[in-house]
């Protein structure tokens, strides 16, 4: 647990510092009028890359869970296509994506806790359909 608090702060310090958690920030690079996200983004993505195609030679499991490493592959599926639009729509009324909106917090910006009021409304009502979802699939629907 402490590895994971030690790596949150250190993201959510990274976002502040590089200013990417300011909402203004991320409406100037969905504008199309700042691409410093952009690089941010890249670097990342780049971290990423390197570290997935490293630790699995380095290691036979995960050092917090213990688990095997191994590629989880979902489908590109309607569910898919829904959350990405509402997760972009989110993002670009608010400015602001969910692990940086807890960044924003912390730099200051409070007016960013109706994003995250919004965040949790969203998560909570997507569990709320999907278990009445699986509960009428597991509902016998007539007499044989």
């Known amino acids: 647990m402490p ?3 030690a790596g949150g702060l ?3 310090f990274g976002l502040g510092f590089s200013h990417m958690a ?3 920030v991320v409406l100037d690079f969905l504008q199309f009028t700042d691409f410093g996200l952009l690089f941010v983004m890249f670097g990342a993505a780049i971290v990423t890359g390197i570290v997935f195609a490293i630790m699995p030679r380095l290691r036979d499991s995960a050092p917090l869970t213990g688990d095997a490493y191994g590629r989880r592959l979902k489908s590109f599926d309607r569910n898919v296509l829904i959350g990405g639009a509402i997760f972009g729509v989110g993002w670009g009324l608010s400015g602001i994506c969910p692990g940086a909106a807890y960044a924003s917090l912390g730099i200051g910006n409070v007016t960013i ?3 995250i009021v919004g965040m949790f409304a969203g998560a909570y009502l997507q569990g709320v359909w999907r278990s009445q979802r699986a509960a009428s699939e597991t509902t016998p629907t007539g007499a044989d």
Do not use: T, V
């Open 3 to 5: 590895l994971i608090f």
């Open 10 to 12: 250190i993201f959510g």
């Open 22 to 24: 300011r909402p203004e």
């Open 113 to 115: 806790l109706w994003a």
